[in-house]
């Protein structure tokens, strides 16, 4: 599967090379308390270095933690991370559904398929 010249299964530069799965996730630090997991080729920090830290260890630090999660469509949940898989799927417990900023829906409990996610922030 590719997206296109710079998805997730491709480098900037590399289109028609393919990257193996294990390297399609990357970690970005917006600060140092904040971090986004995204799938797409890893981007420069800063100081021009890749982030090397590893998404799944990450995810699994956050588990039990206030999350938000935003989909491809622009839709926004928010919740208690559960769980979260190598394709990314996410388990969210107390979810709040946002659509265009404002609260749509109440969820006890909610999945989402790991191929609607843009990313996973850990809140604050």
Known sequence: MRWGAHGPFQREGHADE???A???????????????????AAAPTQNGANDARDPSGFLSEIIGAP?????NSGVV????????????????????EFVNGKLRRNYGDA???GNNVTYISADS
């Open 77 to 96: 949940y928010r919740g208690e991370l559960q769980s979260v898989d190598g394709y990314m799927n996410i388990a969210l417990e107390q979810t709040k």
């Open 18 to 20: 393919e990257l193996p």
């Open 111 to 113: 999945f989402v398929r």
């Open 22 to 40: 294990w390297k399609c996730g990357f970690l970005s630090a917006n600060d140092t308390s904040k971090f986004i997991v995204t799938m797409s």
């Open 67 to 71: 999350v938000t999660v935003k989909l």
